[in-house]
């Protein structure tokens, strides 16, 4: 059985220099080390990281002049990685994580050694005292973190990807800048036959936070939940995930200003293209729906 050949991405605005630091750190400490390392600088210009902190593998940096956003940095990894031709597997992970295992790596290797379907994985988000946020689970409602499977969406700040699923699916939709990229990729690959397994025991430590720590959460937020919709759902579902949703905002928001910004990004996403539309076929929806996520909520 061939083994996977493994890149790390990773996408930084050059503002966590200590946590980037730390997270290279721990992806050298693996057991089984990554044939390639690539990491963007979205945005600013990146540091020599190589010698100073003894990574293995070729590793690589990028500096791109303005901040693509999280979505367009790891297109501008996946793009380098492509050109390299050499590897099958990236595993993208957030600036500011962490990897507590030294046996990450090596796990996601046996994974998709094992599945030659397997799409994406995905990892468990916990902070320092091992807490994972509710919304950090991939599945509806409340839900036990350590209940592993296969799923219909991951999380964006510690998952694996199958560079073979990335050549029939598309890359990230680099438009969105952040929020609802994973769904959109998620329902591409799931719509093109290809699985997406949540296994909790693949941690990525990583500080607790709130998305709405982002001046434009709700504007973006909005937009983007709208363009996805729009590029990715059957026309009859569309009505009822957007009016499922708009519900749901209202009981759950509590700031003025934070509904006239969401507001204002729901007409930007109705009034503006949502780029390419390729919906999501029906025995799709109805896969989703008996994984537990149906995609009008």
């Excluded at 963007?40 to 990146?46: A, D, E, H, I, P």
């Excluded at 002049?65 to 297109?75: I, Q, S």
């Excluded at 890359?171 to 800048?177: L, S």
């Excluded at 997406?196 to 001046?215: D, F, G, M, N, W």
């Amino acid at each position: 059985m061939a083994q996977p050949r493994i890149a790390v991405a990773v996408v930084t605005m050059g503002n966590r220099p200590a946590e980037v630091d730390a997270l290279l750190e721990s992806v050298a400490k693996q057991d089984v080390a990554p044939d390639r390392i690539v990491i963007v600088g979205n945005g600013c210009r990146l540091p020599e990281f190589a010698r100073r902190l003894s990574l293995p593998g070729e590793v690589t940096t990028i500096d791109v002049e303005e901040n693509l956003g999280c979505p367009g940095g790891r297109n501008v990894a996946l793009a380098r990685l492509r050109a390299y031709g050499d590897i099958d597997v990236v595993v993208e992970l957030d600036d500011d994580g962490l990897l507590v295992d030294a046996d990450v790596l090596r796990r996601v290797r046996e994974l998709y050694a094992a599945d030659p379907r397997l799409g994406i994985v995905g990892f468990r988000i916990a902070d320092e005292h091992g807490e994972t946020q509710q919304r950090h689970v991939p599945r509806v409602g409340k839900s036990d973190p350590m209940r592993g499977g296969y799923v219909t969406g991951f999380l964006g700040g510690g998952h694996a990807l199958r560079m073979e699923m990335l050549a029939e699916t598309g890359d990230w939709p680099d438009a969105f800048f952040f929020a609802h990229e994973e769904t959109d990729l998620a329902w591409r690959a799931a719509d093109a036959g290809w699985k997406i397994r949540y296994v909790p025991e693949l941690l990525l430590q990583h500080p607790k936070t709130s998305p709405a720590r982002h001046a434009i959460y709700y504007r973006v937020n909005a937009r983007n939940r709208v363009w996805l919709v729009r590029r990715r759902l059957p026309l009859p579902l569309i009505p009822v995930h957007l009016g499922v949703w708009t519900l749901l905002t209202l009981a759950r928001t509590r700031s003025a200003a934070g509904l006239r910004a969401w507001f204002g990004g729901f007409v930007e996403g109705l009034r503006e293209s949502a780029g390419e539309r390729r919906p999501m076929r029906w025995r799709t929806v109805w896969r989703l729906t008996r994984l537990g996520r149906p995609p009008v909520i």
